[in-house]
């Protein structure tokens, strides 16, 4: 296939004999590699070799100076700042803020050779300007904030010096050295012949040398521009080439060395539009099976636009392609481990005695503490669900787990003890625990040893960072550079780099050509990355200075995503079409809308929208009831059915199957704001507590009254006794309270209305109640149990009362059609009053007459919701309230029937749409 670095080096081999004194210098390492690589495929002679380096490292061995990295960059600036901001100085953590900022305008200011003299001033001006005021006195705020800018330029002289010093810098400081050593460099290499390959963007210091290089003619450039894009003034990919060719002396009396005429010859485009992340990652895996088994994988790449993919797209590799060489590293930050480290670092920063429950349940719960801590952790998550903590200190914690695996006392300290010191050393600690459990367990990924050693590393830069600057004072600042630090670390893969399937960022992909390239994530916000403006320069003036604005690094951007498509023939461009994903999914690049807008004739572009496989369902869920499940629901049976598991098994048959037979039952959660339920059972047990004690005995207005006066104590009893530990004094739970409040104090109010007008006569309160069905043909033992809120009598007559504290209405209660009380969970109210008085009927009393119903707390102005049938549905039916002898007949009919079919070994439990 054509390629780039191939044309460069027959280039070069018939330009020149002499081979050691020359000089690669390319964009990156990586494309280093495979340029020596073709290289020693061409050169058939013995002899030197010549360099092959980076952009970055030629000039670094130019300026004399060594680059540091951006903590230590970060560091150093703030001990300037202190040096000057005598008064009154920010904090590290504070100041880390701007001070990033600040140090990547200082780094953009050398990089594009801006006089400093000029532009602090300048800005200075343009920030007075923008905060004019009428009046003749500035603010003190007014004044902190030009005299921030005013010293802008003390800052930067100041901290030049102080890296001079030192002898290190931050990028573009290098550079401007780089400018000034440059003559001495010449002089020092007078016979090295510097060959540039594959640049695009440029800044000036960079510019300016290459010129100078260009001018001795010891130097040569080489480009990999098309002509398509050159041509095209409006083109993006040619934005900086162009203006290098017009702009540059060398130029003027010399030709470009290349221009290429590949972006319009035959290409097969796919554009394939997936949901999520994960959804591309198995279609890379599809595409490279596919490939593989029409023409092999030989020169095809899989090129990442969002790193964050790799652990995915390495976890679908097909297992028939036997050699994958991943150019990229895996970012530390997407590792398991990282996390655990954010949720740990996270339970301290706040400096507080007790710790929010969510933050211990996400440490709890996180798989490497569960690796470390096991059963243990799942005791602890248990503890604090069941007893309902919101707020968790240390001695709760580690009291009840005094005889626990050693890692959890590093896990949990004692908050007044944690310092950024103490921190560290328990990470180490946790680091060590965990490398011993990972080296005697046989089945664990061997990876995971290998990101433990890259965050003892980074623990050990943390720990010099601690010990030799004082600015670290707390854990917040330790969590800020530990963030910074991960986020440019990466797990670099070892492997052999010139053979197999390549993956690799957009970065890698410089200079490198490919016949085949998948490229994911061409998603607007990621390939461009979009505008951001981390920058104290205003965009105007950046502009007339000619440095780098959004425009110009979208424009880089395009440069790399169309050569990568240069000398391609097959190009899959696949895109998240997952709106939810926000800024990094759910709309396609422009490069995307770019292509199919100009839609070149050789260009076969085809669009899809791919989604996964599913297979539609095509019959419930359906349990058969075999012998054990039969003897297992005879138990049950035996055991008692509640009116409620029987209206659960109309709702949803699968339901009673997991809840009544299986037991299984939904797991405790930690109730940060009052559920339903839990209010419904506060509610429930005042009244119930309020009550009982006057079973047998006529209801009177003093009585109720008392109740009034006492209700407020026992309703915070049982907020305190069932909504365990929790805090209800503010936010949600307090409206909650007073809407349970509310509840009771209107329910009283009725009451008392009630008796006043009528002979009320309390008979049980929460009674429990049970009775036999005898059922023809089956000849075991079968239970009806439950338990009735309230059994009174009013005026004598009988009344079985359940209360709801959800909202309940008539139609709930009113039936035409006898066998509706079992076909729907309409009517599951009606059953079950109708359940409680059959149980009462049996159990206690045969009576004449009853009423039985429902008091809705959400709707108590409808009064005493009583069970009825009618002759229609229609308005003006004919309704009977009375619950009689032969009511309870047709209701054992109905129960009959429907206890038959949850026994009937020929009915399966089958799921019903809820």
Not at 746 to 771: A, C, M
Request: hydrophobic share 40%; proline share 3%.
């Amino acid at each position: 296939m054509k390629s780039f670095l191939k044309d460069v080096v027959a280039q070069v081999l018939q330009n020149h004999d002499k081979i050691d004194d020359i000089k690669f210098i390319l964009p990156s390492k990586r494309a280093g590699v495979f340029l020596k690589d073709e290289f020693i495929k061409q050169y058939q002679k013995t002899g030197f070799a010549p360099q092959f380096t980076s952009i970055e490292t030629f000039i670094e061995s130019i300026s004399g100076l060594q680059y540091a990295n951006n903590i230590q960059l970060l560091f150093e600036l703030y001990t300037v700042y202190l040096s000057i901001q005598k008064e009154k100085p920010e904090d590290f953590y504070s100041f880390s803020k701007w001070g990033q900022i600040l140090l990547q305008d200082f780094n953009e200011i050398d990089r594009y050779l801006v006089e400093p003299k000029t532009i602090f001033p300048y800005l200075a001006s343009i920030q007075e300007i923008h905060h004019w005021s009428l009046s003749e006195e500035k603010t003190e705020l007014q004044k902190k904030y030009i005299e921030f800018w005013n010293g802008l330029g003390d800052y930067y002289f100041a901290y030049n010096e102080a890296l001079q010093q030192k002898g290190i810098g931050y990028q573009g400081m290098v550079y401007k050295e780089a400018i000034e050593n440059l003559e001495h460099y010449l002089h020092q290499n007078e016979n090295t012949i510097h060959i540039f390959v594959g640049f695009n963007a440029l800044n000036k210091a960079e510019e300016k040398i290459i010129q100078e290089l260009l001018a001795t003619d010891k130097a040569e450039i080489y480009w990999d521009i098309d002509k398509h894009f050159l041509e095209d003034k409006e083109h993006d990919a040619g934005l900086f080439i162009r203006k290098h060719l017009n702009s540059w002396k060398h130029f003027e009396t010399n030709a470009p060395n290349w221009i290429f005429d590949e972006f319009t010859t035959e290409k097969n485009i796919q554009l394939i539009g997936i949901p999520k992340n994960v959804g591309q990652a198995k279609y890379v895996s599809k595409l490279l099976n596919d490939i593989q088994q029409a023409n092999g994988l030989q020169h095809t790449a899989v090129v990442l636009g969002n790193e964050a993919l790799l652990p995915p797209v390495l976890n679908e590799i097909p297992d028939s392609i036997p050699e994958v060489n991943i150019t990229m590293g895996l970012p530390l930050s997407e590792t398991p481990i990282a996390s655990l480290f954010s949720l740990y670092f996270h339970l301290y920063i706040h400096e507080k005695e007790q710790w929010y429950y969510r933050d211990v349940l996400n440490l709890l719960t996180h798989s490497v503490a569960q690796q470390l801590l096991g059963s243990t952790a799942n005791a602890i998550i248990t503890d604090i669900q069941t007893t309902n903590k919101i707020q968790i200190s240390f001695g709760q914690l580690i009291k009840n787990n005094e005889n626990q695996p050693k890692a959890l006392s590093h896990f949990f300290l004692d908050p007044k003890t944690v310092s950024p010191k103490v921190l560290l050393q328990h990470c180490f600690d946790l680091i060590y625990d965990l490398k011993q459990k990972l080296e005697t367990d046989k089945d664990a990924n061997r990876l995971s040893l290998e990101y433990l050693y890259r965050f003892y590393e980074l623990f050990n830069q943390l720990q010099q960072y601690v010990d030799n600057y004082t600015y670290i004072a707390d854990v917040k600042t330790l969590f800020s550079i530990y963030k910074e630090l991960i986020s440019s670390e990466t797990l670099d893969f070892q492997g052999e780099p010139l053979d197999g399937l390549q993956i690799m960022g957009m970065l890698e992909s410089r200079n490198l050509d490919f016949e085949t390239v998948i490229l994911t994530s061409v998603n607007e916000g990621i390939l461009p990355s979009g505008k951001s403006n981390n920058s104290f320069i205003p965009f105007d003036i950046k502009n007339m200075l000619e440095m780098p604005t959004y425009k110009e690094k979208d424009a880089v951007y395009t440069y790399h995503f169309y050569r990568l498509l240069q000398r391609a023939k097959n190009v899959y461009l696949l895109y998240n079409t997952e709106m939810s994903d926000a800024l990094k999914g759910g709309e396609k690049s422009r490069f995307i809308m770019q292509l199919e807008a100009e839609r070149l004739p050789n260009h076969k572009l085809t669009e899809i929208i791919a989604s996964p496989k599913i297979d539609p369902k095509t019959e419930e869920i359906e349990i058969q009831k075999d012998a054990a499940l039969l003897e297992r629901l005879y138990q049950v049976a035996e055991r008692g059915f509640s009116p409620s598991s029987l209206t659960n098994y109309v709702r949803n048959p699968l339901d009673f199957y997991q809840q009544s037979v299986l037991g299984i039952r939904q797991q405790d959660e930690v109730e940060e704001t009052i559920a339903a339920n839990t209010l419904g059972t506060i509610v429930h047990n005042t009244l119930e507590n309020l009550y009982k004690p006057f079973e047998n005995e006529l209801l009177s207005e003093a009585i109720i009254e008392t109740f009034q006066k006492t209700f407020e104590t026992e309703l915070k009893k049982q907020f305190a006794e069932v909504y365990k530990g929790a805090d209800y004094s503010k936010g949600k739970n307090l409206l909650i309270y007073h809407v349970a409040q509310a509840y009771v104090k209107r329910f009283l109010e009725t009451e008392k209305e009630l008796v006043q007008q009528h002979e009320v006569k309390i008979v049980t309160i929460e009674g429990d109640y049970k009775t036999e069905i005898n059922i023809p043909g089956i000849d075991k033992k079968i239970i009806l149990k439950g338990k009735v809120d309230r059994v009174d009598e009013i005026d004598g007559q009988l009344r079985i009362v359940d209360y709801k504290s959800g909202k309940v209405e008539n139609k709930h209660v009113e039936i035409v059609e006898w066998n509706e009380i079992i076909d729907s969970y309409d009517f599951s109210k009606a059953f079950q009053v109708l359940a409680y008085a059959y149980m009462y009927y049996n159990q206690v009393s045969k009576f004449e007459t009853a009423e039985a119903g429902i008091i809705s707390f959400k709707n108590l102005q409808a009064g005493f919701l009583q069970f009825c049938t009618k002759d229609k549905r229609a308005a003006y039916a004919k309704k009977d309230f009375a619950i009689t002898p032969e009511t309870l007949q047709e209701f054992e009919q109905q129960l009959h029937q429907l206890i038959l079919e949850i026994l009937n070994p020929e009915i399966p439990f089958t799921e019903k749409e809820v």
